[in-house]
Protein backbone atom coordinates (compact mmCIF):
# COMPACT_ATOMS: atom_id res chain seq x y z
CA UNK A 1 0.00 0.00 0.00
CA UNK A 2 1.95 3.22 -1.23
CA UNK A 3 2.53 6.29 1.32
CA UNK A 4 -0.66 8.82 1.66
CA UNK A 5 0.47 12.19 -0.31
CA UNK A 6 1.08 14.95 1.69
CA UNK A 7 -1.20 18.07 2.67
CA UNK A 8 -1.64 20.81 0.67
CA UNK A 9 0.08 23.23 3.22
CA UNK A 10 3.09 21.10 3.53
CA UNK A 11 3.68 20.85 -0.23
CA UNK A 12 3.45 25.03 0.41
CA UNK A 13 6.06 24.99 3.04
CA UNK A 14 8.68 23.08 0.91
CA UNK A 15 7.37 25.72 -1.99
CA UNK A 16 8.52 28.63 -0.26
CA UNK A 17 11.73 26.64 0.98
CA UNK A 18 12.69 26.32 -2.70
CA UNK A 19 11.84 29.20 -3.10
CA UNK A 20 14.13 30.91 -0.14
CA UNK A 21 16.83 29.08 -1.32
CA UNK A 22 17.09 30.50 -5.10
CA UNK A 23 15.80 33.74 -4.21
CA UNK A 24 18.98 33.82 -1.03
CA UNK A 25 21.33 32.10 -3.72
CA UNK A 26 20.81 34.64 -6.88
CA UNK A 27 20.79 37.79 -4.61
CA UNK A 28 24.20 37.19 -3.38
CA UNK A 29 25.79 35.78 -6.09
CA UNK A 30 24.30 38.98 -7.70
CA UNK A 31 26.23 41.55 -5.05
CA UNK A 32 28.80 39.03 -6.03
CA UNK A 33 28.85 38.91 -9.61
CA UNK A 34 27.68 42.46 -10.79
CA UNK A 35 30.42 44.04 -8.67
CA UNK A 36 32.89 41.80 -10.18
CA UNK A 37 32.29 41.97 -13.78
CA UNK A 38 32.04 45.65 -13.76
CA UNK A 39 35.70 45.20 -12.45
CA UNK A 40 37.01 42.86 -15.10
CA UNK A 41 35.28 44.64 -17.36
CA UNK A 42 37.85 47.84 -16.03
CA UNK A 43 40.78 45.40 -15.53
CA UNK A 44 40.36 43.10 -18.58
CA UNK A 45 43.87 41.54 -17.67
CA UNK A 46 42.73 39.80 -15.22
CA UNK A 47 39.81 38.33 -17.16
CA UNK A 48 41.16 34.70 -18.16
CA UNK A 49 42.09 34.40 -14.34
CA UNK A 50 39.08 34.67 -12.74
CA UNK A 51 36.79 33.40 -15.67
CA UNK A 52 38.41 29.89 -15.95
CA UNK A 53 38.29 30.00 -11.64
CA UNK A 54 34.53 30.49 -12.23
CA UNK A 55 33.90 27.98 -14.98
CA UNK A 56 36.36 25.35 -13.40
CA UNK A 57 33.98 25.79 -10.03
CA UNK A 58 30.88 25.46 -12.53
CA UNK A 59 31.86 22.34 -13.57
CA UNK A 60 32.37 20.13 -10.20
CA UNK A 61 29.53 18.59 -9.93
CA UNK A 62 26.48 19.46 -7.92
CA UNK A 63 26.58 16.58 -5.40
CA UNK A 64 30.02 16.05 -4.99
CA UNK A 65 30.35 20.21 -4.02
CA UNK A 66 27.78 19.66 -1.53
CA UNK A 67 29.70 16.23 -0.41
CA UNK A 68 32.82 18.62 0.12
CA UNK A 69 31.38 21.69 1.88
CA UNK A 70 29.33 19.21 4.52
CA UNK A 71 32.85 18.77 6.68
CA UNK A 72 32.70 22.42 6.70
CA UNK A 73 29.10 23.94 6.84
CA UNK A 74 27.21 20.82 8.26
CA UNK A 75 24.14 19.97 6.76
CA UNK A 76 20.90 21.99 5.75
CA UNK A 77 20.45 25.43 4.53
CA UNK A 78 23.78 26.31 4.47
CA UNK A 79 25.92 24.62 2.05
CA UNK A 80 22.92 24.22 0.18
CA UNK A 81 22.84 28.13 -0.25
CA UNK A 82 27.05 28.55 -0.67
CA UNK A 83 26.57 25.68 -3.91
CA UNK A 84 23.59 27.53 -5.61
CA UNK A 85 25.68 30.78 -4.74
CA UNK A 86 28.20 29.03 -6.84
CA UNK A 87 26.41 28.05 -9.84
CA UNK A 88 25.02 31.15 -9.83
CA UNK A 89 27.75 33.33 -9.94
CA UNK A 90 29.22 32.43 -13.58
CA UNK A 91 25.69 33.46 -15.87
CA UNK A 92 25.16 36.98 -13.96
CA UNK A 93 28.94 37.85 -14.16
CA UNK A 94 28.98 36.55 -18.23
CA UNK A 95 25.78 38.79 -18.58
CA UNK A 96 27.17 41.64 -16.99
CA UNK A 97 30.57 41.62 -18.96
CA UNK A 98 28.87 40.44 -21.98
CA UNK A 99 26.48 44.24 -21.47
CA UNK A 100 29.18 46.34 -20.60
CA UNK A 101 30.98 45.22 -23.93
CA UNK A 102 28.32 46.28 -26.25
CA UNK A 103 27.85 49.56 -24.81
CA UNK A 104 29.58 51.63 -27.42
CA UNK A 105 33.04 53.21 -27.12
CA UNK A 106 31.27 56.29 -28.76
CA UNK A 107 28.43 56.45 -25.62
CA UNK A 108 31.18 56.48 -23.66
CA UNK A 109 33.45 59.10 -25.10
CA UNK A 110 30.56 61.29 -25.35
CA UNK A 111 30.03 60.92 -21.50
CA UNK A 112 33.55 61.69 -20.66
CA UNK A 113 33.53 64.61 -23.10
CA UNK A 114 30.46 65.97 -21.06
CA UNK A 115 32.41 66.03 -18.18
CA UNK A 116 31.42 62.81 -16.21
CA UNK A 117 33.56 60.70 -14.13
CA UNK A 118 33.91 57.02 -14.33
CA UNK A 119 31.54 56.05 -11.48
CA UNK A 120 28.91 58.58 -13.27
CA UNK A 121 29.11 57.06 -16.85
CA UNK A 122 28.75 53.34 -14.78
CA UNK A 123 25.77 54.33 -13.02
CA UNK A 124 24.13 56.64 -15.54
CA UNK A 125 25.82 55.40 -19.07
CA UNK A 126 27.05 51.96 -18.83
CA UNK A 127 24.87 49.58 -15.89
CA UNK A 128 21.59 51.15 -17.87
CA UNK A 129 22.61 50.04 -21.39
CA UNK A 130 24.15 46.98 -20.30
CA UNK A 131 20.86 45.91 -18.32
CA UNK A 132 19.02 43.75 -20.71
CA UNK A 133 22.07 41.65 -20.61
CA UNK A 134 22.61 41.97 -17.02
CA UNK A 135 19.07 40.65 -16.14
CA UNK A 136 19.57 37.55 -18.88
CA UNK A 137 22.29 36.60 -16.69
CA UNK A 138 19.78 36.96 -13.73
CA UNK A 139 17.28 35.17 -15.54
CA UNK A 140 19.44 31.74 -16.33
CA UNK A 141 21.10 31.77 -12.77
CA UNK A 142 16.91 31.40 -11.37
CA UNK A 143 16.08 29.03 -13.57
CA UNK A 144 19.58 26.93 -12.63
CA UNK A 145 19.27 27.54 -9.15
CA UNK A 146 15.85 26.26 -9.10
CA UNK A 147 16.96 22.78 -10.61
CA UNK A 148 19.93 22.31 -8.37
CA UNK A 149 18.05 23.41 -5.22
CA UNK A 150 16.66 20.02 -5.56
CA UNK A 151 19.21 18.22 -5.18
CA UNK A 152 20.26 19.88 -2.15
CA UNK A 153 17.16 17.97 -0.24
CA UNK A 154 19.95 15.62 0.35
CA UNK A 155 21.67 17.21 2.70
CA UNK A 156 18.66 18.44 4.38
CA UNK A 157 18.14 21.67 3.08
CA UNK A 158 14.43 20.93 2.15
CA UNK A 159 12.74 21.95 -0.83
CA UNK A 160 10.49 20.35 -3.36
CA UNK A 161 13.42 18.00 -3.52
CA UNK A 162 12.14 16.50 -0.46
CA UNK A 163 9.47 15.54 -1.82
CA UNK A 164 11.70 13.41 -5.00
CA UNK A 165 14.01 11.91 -2.25
CA UNK A 166 10.88 10.50 -0.29
CA UNK A 167 9.04 9.43 -3.34
CA UNK A 168 12.70 7.68 -4.77
CA UNK A 169 12.69 5.83 -1.14
CA UNK A 170 9.19 4.86 -1.27
CA UNK A 171 8.92 4.33 -5.24
CA UNK A 172 6.16 6.78 -4.83
CA UNK A 173 5.19 7.63 -8.14
CA UNK A 174 2.78 10.89 -6.83
CA UNK A 175 5.64 11.97 -4.34
CA UNK A 176 7.94 11.85 -7.29
CA UNK A 177 5.58 15.03 -8.86
CA UNK A 178 5.00 16.16 -6.49
CA UNK A 179 8.19 17.77 -5.89
CA UNK A 180 9.20 17.16 -10.05
CA UNK A 181 5.84 18.98 -11.25
CA UNK A 182 6.00 22.33 -9.04
CA UNK A 183 9.96 22.55 -9.58
CA UNK A 184 9.12 23.06 -13.25
CA UNK A 185 6.49 25.03 -13.22
CA UNK A 186 8.61 27.25 -10.64
CA UNK A 187 11.61 27.23 -13.01
CA UNK A 188 9.02 28.21 -16.30
CA UNK A 189 7.27 30.75 -14.38
CA UNK A 190 10.51 32.67 -13.48
CA UNK A 191 12.20 31.94 -16.86
CA UNK A 192 8.62 33.52 -18.25
CA UNK A 193 8.49 36.40 -15.71
CA UNK A 194 12.30 37.52 -16.08
CA UNK A 195 12.11 37.22 -19.95
CA UNK A 196 9.27 39.38 -20.03
CA UNK A 197 11.69 41.75 -17.72
CA UNK A 198 14.51 41.85 -20.01
CA UNK A 199 12.16 42.58 -23.09
CA UNK A 200 10.70 45.73 -21.26
CA UNK A 201 14.33 46.74 -21.04
CA UNK A 202 15.38 46.48 -24.64
CA UNK A 203 13.42 49.76 -26.01
CA UNK A 204 13.71 51.37 -22.42
CA UNK A 205 17.50 51.01 -22.84
Not at 94 to 102: A, K, P, Q, V, Y
Amino acid sequence: MSAPLPEFSELMQHLWEHIYLTGIAVAVASLLGIPLGVWIHRHPRFQNWIMGAVNVAQTIPSLALLAFLLPFCGIGWKPAVIALVIYSILPILRGTLTGLREVSADVSEAGRGIGMSDSQLLWWVELPLALPSLVNGVRVACVWSVGTATICAFIGAGGLGDFINRGLALNNTGLLLMGAIPAALLAISLDWGIGRLQKFLQPWK
